[in-house]
């Protein structure tokens, strides 16, 4: 790893910034973010010293670094050639597939702004942020391209390059794989892609082939560019594209390298494997996986499909696995699967994990399983995104998501913005490199979300400790107000999901004519036997009674995002709350 020098700030004291003093060994308190003055420039030199290792393994084929330089160069200029400037936003929407690693390369490369694209977007969303983003160009998956179909026309998209599975697996792989994928699991509905006079329709390949013969010009990007709008969940309010620029990607790609750097150095200096299942369209992996991975010369096991457990389970026993990104549901899945448990984890030495609250039911199970603990960290689309993290070191669940990483300050302010004493909750409140400019085109909401001396307001309640660990109370809006009392459905899901017959479960605030609101709990079971009486004694044990569920209902499954948050919003809904 390289060294992280120290970038000139203001100091501070341990008593202003009490986790300081507990980082661990070789972590230091601040990093230098003008080391690279744009995510072209990291990725570049990313590229250059990590040319032979291997960058992504799909479907059981590999692409060495080199290769994406290339393929990315030969992408840039093609879309230079077809008037792309700087500045100008181009969307991709596919799943994790090499192909995406390579787009946004070439995206970047051409001085443009990537707009990252859930693939699983209906017309009207994909319209929406297409609209809103103001994109001209897309790079879209054809398994999704009848999607595009509804929405094009009334977006000022010019430019379709139209990927497909196999593009990258090798000539007669990618041949076998497209075949499959089109005509026996027919994953390609039919699409046709409007053409007008001044709109192009291109196959991913046919483009690489003449980007080949042209030259990529270069284009001067510096720290205050964009370099991505990436799109909020949406899963608390309307989706607002994030603005991230260079200099605040790159910044958080040296704070994780410098969080995270140690640990994988006890490795040595061989290639790593890192496991992306979750989607590179999501801050998390985009930046951890993708980003992260190139600046460190990880190859990335490319998962299209996460929510296929048993063909997860298939890829994993034919790698072994270092460092392995995921979210509360995911890692459930997983340590409840019988296959999963005979897998060799000698190797892994990073289970990472942020999105949603780690549930310590999962993260016992899956250090019982792997023998490696599960670190909770948390960030948003808003933090590019990583801004706390628990040390790598832990060896059991802590029920925090840690502390501020190196250049990071956490404030924990009340709905004035004054500083809150430690033990008190109030708003998790987060100032430095990685932050945002701001919303889109939004300038009011900016204005709501950034305080003048820079914090950016998370919208989490927390509470710090006086070693600086932070612990989430809950989002503001699930906050359940029970005849006065604060209810926060995080501490109900946590304790419900310890029992031995839950899988998961989720809980909201629903009208009472009575208290005000009254706690509603959504269970799955994993023990069919399971019953409402089991878990409102299992409550009774547990809680007082204003926090005690009023209404129990069981599912077969729970909404969530493809990033695999459980959609409260949706159940809210459902519930008529």
């Known amino acids: 790893m390289t060294d992280l020098a120290l970038a000139d700030a203001p100091s501070a004291t341990t008593a ?38 291997d960058a992504s393994c799909c479907m059981g084929s590999r692409l060495r670094f080199r290769e994406v330089d290339e393929l990315s160069s030969a992408l840039a200029a093609w879309l230079q050639d077809k008037g792309l400037a700087k500045g100008d936003r181009v969307a991709v929407m596919m799943p994790n597939l090499p192909q ?35 994109a001209t160009a897309i790079v879209v998956l054809e398994n999704f391209a009848h999607t595009l179909e509804e929405a094009i026309d009334s977006t000022a998209v010019r430019h379709v390059v139209l990927a497909s599975m196999g593009d990258l697996l090798g000539f007669w792989k990618g041949q076998l794989v497209n075949f499959a994928v089109r005509h026996l699991k027919k994953m390609v509905p039919e699409f046709r892609l409007p053409l007008g006079q001044a709109r192009t329709v291109t196959r991913f390949n046919m483009a690489i082939a003449e980007g080949t013969r042209l030259s990529l010009k270069p284009v001067a990007i510096g720290p205050d560019d964009v370099a991505f709008l990436q799109y909020t969940g949406g899963t608390t309010g309307v989706s607002k594209g994030a603005t991230l620029l260079h200099r605040n990607v790159v910044a958080n790609i040296l704070q994780s390298e410098a969080w995270f750097g140690p640990m994988l150095d006890k490795l040595g200096d061989k290639p790593l494997t890192a496991v992306c299942a979750l989607p590179l369209y999501h801050i998390f992996a985009l930046t951890i996986c993708y980003l992260m991975g190139a600046r460190l010369g990880i190859m990335n096991l490319l998962v299209p499909n996460p929510r296929d457990i048993p063909g997860l389970i298939r890829t994993l026993s034919e790698h072994r696995i270092n460092m392995f990104p995921a979210v509360n549901t995911l890692l459930n899945a997983l340590a409840n699967e019988p296959d ?16 949603m609250a780690v549930q310590q039911a999962t993260a016992e199970k899956w250090l019982k399983i792997t023998g490696c603990p599960v670190v909770e960290g948390y960030g948003l689309s808003e933090t ?46 987060i100032r430095g490199p990685q932050v945002m400019a701001g919303y889109w085109n939004r300038p009011d909401e900016t204005a709501k979300a950034i305080s003048p001396d820079g914090f950016f307001k998370s919208g989490d309640v927390g509470i710090m400790d006086e070693r600086g660990y932070v612990r989430i109370v ?79 209902e069981f599912r077969d499954e729970l909404p969530k995002s493809p990033v695999g948050k459980v959609l409260r919003r949706e159940l809210r809904s459902s519930a008529g709350g």
């Open 16 to 53: 202003q910034r009490p986790w300081l003093a507990h980082y661990p060994p070789g972590v230091p308190a601040r990093i230098d973010t003008a080391r690279y003055p744009s995510v072209v420039a990291l990725l570049e030199d990313a590229w250059r010293r990590h040319a032979a290792r």
């Open 100 to 134: 995406y690693m390579v787009a946004i390369g070439a995206i970047l490369r051409a001085g443009c702004v990537v707009v990252n694209v859930n693939p699983l977007y209906t017309a009207r969303e994909l319209a929406h942020q297409l609209k809103d983003s103001g």
């Open 340 to 355: 999963f448990a005979r897998l060799d984890f000698s190797e892994l030495v990073v289970t990472n994990s942020g999105g």
């Open 384 to 429: 590019s995104p990583v801004a706390t993290s628990n040390r790598l070191d832990v060896a059991e669940f802590s029920g925090t998501i840690g502390m501020p990483i190196p250049s990071t300050e956490i404030a924990i302010r009340d709905d004035e913005g004054r500083d809150l004493p430690l033990g008190t909750p109030g708003e998790i409140c």
């Open 474 to 552: 809950d989002r503001k809006k699930d906050m359940v107000l029970v005849s006065g009392f604060n209810v926060y459905p995080t501490e109900i899901e946590q304790v419900v999901n310890l029992h031995p017959g839950v899988l998961e479960c989720a809980a909201i605030g629903i009208p009472d004519a009575r208290s005000g609101e009254a706690v509603k709990l959504f269970v799955v079971k994993k023990d069919p036997t399971l019953s409402e009486d089991d878990v409102a004694a299992w409550c009774r044990d547990n809680f007082t009674a204003y926090k005690r569920p009023k209404v129990i």
